[in-house]
T-cell receptor, first 116, second 113 residues
Framework: GAGVSQSPSNKVTEKGKDVELRCDPI?????LYWYRQRLGQGLEFLIY????????KSGLPSDRFSAERTGESVSTLTIQRTQQEDSAVYLC??????????????FGPGTRLTVL | AQSVTQLGSHVSVSEGALVLLRCNYSSSVPPYLFWYVQYPNQGLQLLLK??????LVKGINGFEAEFKKSETSFHLTKPSAHMSDAAEYFCAVSVTSGSRLTFGEGTQLTVNP
């Protein structure tokens, strides 16, 4: 079946512009995660959606970052007034969710954001 | 809070040699532990996971990892490296089965012919 997809694959923007990054999770996966990977670094957690529960936004670095999810499907990560330090690969992951077993996170290919 | 330390940002081995990638974690509760691999220009792929069922975990592509509570370690090994193993490897921890992952900074594995 189809995996996690993300669009665009690459985005170049000018400092101060807003950007939207999209994630399509695996069908039936109730949990969705956003991570950021800066060059040469590990992944940083940004935000987590689980079903209809309030999202865990504890990883968002500033109020310029926000994310939405429509039901248990598509999610959009929005960065307003982009800064050069926002340049990174933004990765989305999804998992089955729930409490039974260990929920493996399946990752998308990422969106590489470059802020000039 | 949990954290992960990967010792050695770059590891280089010869083809056919033992691969050992080190991971130490800290967690206030029994952790779930994972190793992911990232091939060039590709997304992350799960290699293996520790869920408390067995301390020695076997994964894909001949990799395995051993959970050692006394050492708070989860090192990744493969007896014989292959050229196709060249990639970046990430160790990660979570405190519940579905919660967010906390990643180490990654280890770039180079395999020399």
């Amino acid at each position: 079946g189809a995996g996690v997809s993300q669009s665009p694959s690459n985005k170049v923007t000018e400092k101060g512009k807003d950007v939207e990054l999209r994630c399509d999770p695996i069908s039936g996966h109730t949990a969705l995660y956003w991570y950021r990977q800066r060059l040469g670094q590990g992944l940083e957690f940004l935000i987590y959606f689980q079903g209809n529960s309030a999202p865990d936004k504890s990883g968002l670095p500033s109020d310029r970052f926000s994310a939405e999810r429509t039901g248990e499907s598509v999610s959009t990560l929005t960065i307003q007034r982009t800064q050069q330090e926002d340049s990174a690969v933004y990765l989305c992951a999804s998992s089955r969710g729930g409490l039974a077993g260990v929920n493996e996170q399946f990752f998308g290919p990422g969106t590489r954001l470059t802020v000039l | 809070a949990q954290s992960v330390t990967q010792l050695g940002s770059h590891v280089s081995v010869s083809e056919g040699a033992l691969v050992l990638l080190r991971c130490n974690y800290s967690s206030s509760v029994p952790p779930y532990l994972f190793w992911y691999v990232q091939y060039p220009n590709q997304g992350l792929q799960l290699l293996l996971k520790y869920t408390s069922a067995a301390t020695l975990v076997k994964g894909i592509n001949g990799f395995e990892a051993e959970f050692k509570k006394s050492e708070t370690s989860f090192h990744l090994t493969k007896p014989s490296a292959h050229m196709s193993d060249a990639a970046e490897y990430f160790c990660a921890v979570s405190v519940t089965s579905g919660s967010r992952l906390t990643f180490g900074e990654g280890t770039q594995l180079t395999v020399n012919p």
